[in-house]
């Protein structure tokens, strides 16, 4: 009988134990024929001192080495020879004793019905994770192993290891030989022989001592080889499913974090394509906390709507958790976050929007991965966090965030649908997506419309019974059911939003049947009108000719019937005098000013940006400089004309400024390098069927957010945040241009350090974007925070009045309800101008809507800057009151005192009063 001795080597002089080694193999009793290292190009005196006794050595390229095709390679040969055994020995192993090999090849021939065995090996270090991890793996009692004991082994049936085995040649030919593969080649054959009939062995007799390093980084590979082997033989798993020896047996105190650092490198490598998202999901966290723990200056829709809803949610005040102008998936979230973690609406909205934003990676990663490869996928996740635009919607406690992750679910699932559309998992997947994205936004119910549209087409064509679509509806309709329900007993339809009532009463003037489901005594009734055809580009802009002070119109003193104004062509939408965009985040009480944080429907809406810091959440591209009087709500019922003519210059300069925004919400410097990735992709023939659709996906949704405006009201205005929401959809063919202008940089001379350089450059431009805003809100030079340190001085002060007055009006509620305008319910009310409207929210209570005064109810404070009144002059743009005085506010009929002036302060250069309703003295 020829038995050879193989051992593969790299460097193993360095690594220790070599000598040992060899001098072992020299003394053991069992006749060796032929003594082989294949030896992957060492650079230490491996093959010197292996060639000094005798051993043969067939070298090899380490770049080509392959653990499994390399041994295959030397059995083939060792066949052709007429070899029966083979040792294969790991570099690192020591024999215990001289007849170690002899009791391991006498095992395997004793025994002939086992192809191979392996010996037992053991630690010379007690306490050590490998020690513990050898007295696991190698018992004390030899056996043999066979599909019988799958059901009690699991996948330590098949356990085997070369590092100290021996086989018989014929049987390693005729069950295959070893598989290709660069880990995990022992386990794989001695799986496959187990599973066509065959057995292997064990031989706890034979002894070898081998030790491995307990380095963090060693621990972490070795993890990470396990994980990457089982995740790439998942059939492995499968038939012999996990081993739970380890969790049978205790684990010492001494092995915990050894343990722990091998298991996240196996993690990592196992479930890499969910290891790597999260620690995305993570990154961004990371890059977002210091903005969320520092930004206490609300945006104007989260101060008037979504932080006061949530707050009501956490306290289960469900009559102003809910509004039909409102969809619910925002403050619902923030409402539950507030309620676990007992913290105030806006912390909440911040973190359920950071949340949101966080999860659209998951389905980001996946769907390039799919689509593009892993390398592809990892990168544009990265450049998903890096765009600064789509970053602030989380810290800013946005509803955009919802819609990304709705819109990147549905794309997830369009991905899984072309790889295998028979599975239902994909249709859930774009179930809840399209749920997402209608309850995140109302305006998105058109763009949610077409998706379906598009894929129960798809599901016709390919199936011709759609029954998956049509499930897929009825789970959709499902999710949104609460909603519809909720606003049916509000407003009396069954809608998303008090905007799609219009919708609803078009198509039950074709469908009769659909009247039955109008609610007849709801809580806010309704009436919203479609706007006039002709009010498309006849609003005048702001600074130009033509403009109408809407501040100035009379009041008509007409009852509030629930419809905000008594103009023709008013929507009911908002008391700004003008259609209201519907689209925008305007549904808060109204102070009185436009609101700042959505596109101006009256003079420069084309493209305003109300964030000084063009934080890409509000859109009047410059910061308010105070009450815009062409959309100010003065309180008071509107009579201008619905249509206003203006010049030709006003029209161009407001198409111009449209245009501009569009082309500022696609976020033009990613699009560059996405045109970049299509035209490389199209060169290289890999453009397909799915690419095209998810370009036009992309295409569809800006044009519907640009011109969803003038779908709804027949206004041409947008806003940037309405466009941002598209980019992901690009990203992957950006990461492409990326990944191409690389290549191309890096052939150019001195081409590495320019994009080293120009990588450092992007990184720190990313960093300015992303926390500018809250740069600029500490520093007190700049508008904005001159305008946050005002409103928190001022809501400071009012916080500690209203502690100072009689307890039954801490908790006093208003319950006067406005379909088209949210308000808190909570009090003290607060009278303000429109570059302080977030005063409200941050003082304790809320804004004065602007259809109280009708109501006859008065607000409990007046803020106001010194500058804007003087003594018998300005109304301070309060009109119910023109008697300014020095310390007092008066009717303007009767002339009777209604505010005193109870405390002044002058902060940042700008002199602020605060005035107290005379009835509310403390005390009283």
């Known amino acids: 009988m020829k038995t050879a001795v193989v051992v593969p080597t790299l460097n193993a002089v360095k690594r220790g134990c070599w000598y040992e080694l060899l001098r072992a193999i020299a003394e053991q009793q069992l006749q060796i024929d032929l003594k082989l290292i294949v030896d992957s190009d060492s650079s230490d005196q491996t093959v010197e001192l292996a060639a000094a006794l005798g051993w043969k050595c067939l070298r090899h390229d380490r770049r080509n080495f392959n653990h499994g095709t390399t041994r295959a390679r030397i059995v083939r040969y060792l066949a052709s020879k007429g070899f029966d055994t083979v040792i294969f020995l790991s570099q690192d192993v020591v024999l215990s004793e001289p007849g170690t090999l002899k009791k391991l090849t006498d095992f395997l021939w004793m025994h002939p019905e086992i192809s191979g065995c392996c010996g037992k090996q053991i630690s010379l270090h007690e306490k050590t994770l490998n020690a513990w991890q050898r007295e696991r793996c190698y018992p004390n009692a030899s056996r043999i192993r066979t599909a019988a004991d799958i059901p009690r082994d699991g996948l330590m049936a098949a356990f085997f290891s070369n590092a ?30 187990i599973e066509n009939g065959g057995a292997v062995g064990y031989c706890a007799e034979a002894i070898a001592i081998h030790e491995h390093s307990n380095a963090p980084f060693e621990l972490f590979r070795r993890g990470w080889q396990i994980g990457s082997f089982h995740r790439r033989n998942p059939d492995l798993l499968r038939k012999f499913r996990d081993s739970s020896l380890i969790a049978r047996k205790s684990i010492p105190a001494g092995v915990i974090l050894p343990l722990a650092i091998k298991a996240m490198g196996y993690c990592s490598a196992r ?10 999901f993570i990154l961004l966290w990371f890059l977002l906390a210091p903005c969320i723990i520092l930004d206490d200056y609300p945006l104007p829709d989260i101060a008037t709507r979504y932080a006061p809803m949530a707050e009501a949610f956490a306290r289960h005040d469900w009559r102003f958790a809910f509004h039909p102008r409102i969809t619910p998936l925002l403050p619902v979230s923030a409402g539950m976050i507030a309620s676990i973690l007992r913290c105030d609406g806006f912390l909440a909205c911040k973190l359920a929007s950071t949340l949101f934003l966080s999860l659209s990676i998951f389905p980001l990663y996946a769907a390039t991965r799919r689509l593009f490869g892993r390398p592809m996928a ?105 909603t519809l329900c909720c606003n049916r007993r509000m407003i009396g339809y069954p809608v998303l939003d008090t905007r799609h009532t219009t919708i609803f009463k ?144 006003s029209l161009r300069h407001g198409l111009s400024k449209f245009l501009k925004t569009i082309w500022g919400g696609i976020f033009p410097f990613f699009l560059f390098f996405a045109a970049i990735g299509i035209v490389g992709r199209i060169r290289r023939r890999q453009w397909t069927g799915f690419d095209t ?91 904005k925070g001159m305008e946050r340190d005002i409103q ?19 908790t006093a509620r208003l319950n006067f309800l406005k379909c088209d305008q949210y308000q808190s319910g909570k009090r003290p009310l607060i009278r303000t101008t429109g570059q302080w409207s977030r005063l409200g929210f941050m003082a304790g209570g809320q804004d004065y809507p602007g259809f109280f005064p009708v109501r006859g109810i008065r607000p409990d404070y007046i803020v106001l800057p010194a500058e804007t009144f003087e003594e018998n002059g300005s109304d301070g743009g309060i009109p119910e009151f023109i008697g300014f005085e020095k310390d007092v506010l008066r009717d303007p009929g009767a002339g009777t005192p209604r505010y005193r002036k109870v405390h002044v302060n002058r902060l940042d250069g700008i002199t602020f009063a605060v005035f107290r309703n005379i009835a509310l003295q403390p005390g009283d």
Not at 167 to 185: A, H, Q, S, V, Y
Not at 271 to 280: E, I, W, Y
Not at 702 to 729: D, H, M, W
């Open 164 to 193: 100290f085995a021996a086989w018989k040649i014929r049987d390693l030919i005729r069950f295959g030989n070893f598989p290709k593969t660069d880990f995990g080649e022992d386990t794989l054959l001695a799986a496959h022989i």
């Open 271 to 280: 479930f890499r394509d969910l290891v790597l998202p999260a620690l995305l």
């Open 378 to 482: 990892v990168l544009t996740s990265l450049l998903f966090i890096a765009c600064p635009y789509i970053s602030r919607f989380g810290y800013y406690g946005s509803r955009e965030s919802g819609t990304i992750f709705g819109l990147l679910l549905c794309v997830y699932a369009a991905v899984l649908l072309s790889k295998n559309p028979r599975k239902f998992a994909p249709w859930g997947w774009f179930a809840l997506g399209e749920t997402v994205i209608l309850l995140s936004r109302g305006d998105m119910l058109l763009f949610a419309a077409l998706l379906f549209t598009a894929l129960f087409i798809w599901d016709c064509i390919r199936f011709r019974i759609p029954f998956r679509g049509i499930l897929t509806g009825f789970a959709v309709f499902i999710l949104i059911l609460p």
């Open 506 to 649: 078009f198509v039950s003037q074709r469908i009769p049947t659909l009247k039955q489901l109008v609610y007849p005594d709801p809580v806010m009734p309704v009436d919203i009108a479609a706007p006039a055809a002709e009010t498309l580009l006849t609003k005048p802009f702001h600074g130009e000719s033509g403009s109408v002070d809407y501040a100035n119109v009379p009041d008509t003193n007409v009852p509030d019937t629930g419809i905000s104004d008594t103009n023709a062509t008013d929507t009911g939408i908002s008391d700004t005098n003008v259609p209201d965009t519907g689209i925008s985040d305007t549904n808060a009480p109204d102070t009185g000013v436009s609101d700042t944080n959505a596109p101006d429907t009256g003079p420069d809406t084309a493209t305003a940006d109300t964030n000084a810091t063009d934080a890409g959440i509000s859109d009047t591209n410059a910061p308010d400089a105070g009450p815009d009087t062409a959309t100010a709500d003065t309180g008071v019922p509107d009579t201008s004309p619905s249509v206003v003519r203006i010049p030709q210059r």
């Open 693 to 783: 659709l998810l370009i036009m996906t992309f295409l569809v949704f800006e044009l519907l957010a640009a011109f969803q405006v003038c779908l709804f009201y027949g206004v041409l205005a947008t806003s940037r945040r309405y466009l941002f929401i598209g980019i992901p959809l690009y990203l992957p063919y950006a990461a492409l241009g990326f990944r191409d202008f690389r290549r191309v940089l890096t052939d150019l001379t001195f081409g590495k350090t320019v994009a080293a350089f120009l990588a450092v450059l992007l990184c720190a431009a990313f960093f300015y974007k992303l926390y500018s805003p809250i740069f600029t809100e500490f520093f007190h030079d700049s508008a």
């Open 792 to 810: 928190l001085a001022a809501a400071d002060w009012i916080r500690s009045d209203w502690d100072r007055l009689p307890a039954s009006r801490e």
